[in-house]
């Protein structure tokens, strides 16, 4: 299967500040990139899609202005969480996609923890 | 809004025993279907995928889908303690849509 790496693992920051997730295909090309969230005992939450040099495109309730993502190459994405608060405390996955082939690759995943 | 439902469980079984997770999804499109696992704390690994109506076997596993009844499953012999762990259904529509996922069913297998 292919890698997808996300960095950091986990993370802790400070309520009003700012904190940037990324998502690295390792060894392939991502046409698209999907980002998700999971809070305890819930499951995989879709935040938003991204493909390579265009806007993403956010679930309804997501704010994009907070939730900012990038994803400048085919093998980078970032999702920065704006001026952070303690409700955005939870488990954030990145996948990556392939332009052929219909699975999905999950990164590690980032354990944010807002104080 | 499509869903994918999944019972949460737990479901419990002893060691060496079949167990059975099933999986139900509500968009009649839908074209690729994924089994994951995942442990506590980690993300999802991917189990298993089913394309086309029938089983799909892969050692100890076996996927079944029936796109009439819009209704996927994954058996699972022998089964390990290894093997307890949350199980997610999840269920991709065109090509190049996000992956929509069931909430999971938590598998305890006892020794």
Redesign the interface.
């Known amino acids: 299967?292919a890698v997808v790496s996300?960095h950091p693992s986990w993370v802790i920051c400070k309520s009003g500040t700012s904190v940037k997730i990324e998502c690295r295909s390792l060894d392939f090309q991502a046409t698209?990139m999907?980002w998700?969230r999971q809070f305890p005992k819930?499951?995989?939450?879709?935040m938003a899609?991204s493909n390579e040099g265009s806007k993403a495109t956010y679930e309804q309730g997501v704010e994009k202005d907070k939730f900012l993502i990038n994803h400048a190459s085919l093998t980078l994405s970032t999702l920065t969480v704006t001026s952070a608060h303690p409700e955005d405390s939870s488990?954030y996955?990145c996948?990556a996609?392939r332009q052929v082939g219909?699975?999905?690759?999950?990164?590690?995943?980032t354990?944010l923890t807002v104080v | 809004q499509k869903e994918v439902e999944q019972n949460s469980g737990p479901l419990s079984v002893p060691e060496g025993a079949i167990a059975s997770l099933n999986c139900t999804y509500s968009d009649r499109g839908s074209q690729s279907f994924f089994w994951y696992r995942q442990y506590s704390g980690k993300s999802p690994e991917l189990i298993m995928s089913i394309y086309s109506n029938g089983d799909k076997e892969d050692g100890r596993f076996t996927a079944q889908l029936n796109k009439a009844s819009q209704y996927v499953s994954l058996l699972i012999r022998d089964s390990q303690p290894s093997d307890s762990a949350t199980y997610l259904c999840a269920v991709r529509g065109q090509a190049g849509t996000a992956l929509i996922f069931g909430k999971g069913t938590t598998l305890s297998v006892s020794s």
Do not use: H, P, V, W
């Open positions: 299967g996300q698209t999907f998700y819930q499951s995989l939450m879709l899609t488990f996955i996948s996609k219909a699975e999905a690759f999950f990164g590690q995943g354990r």
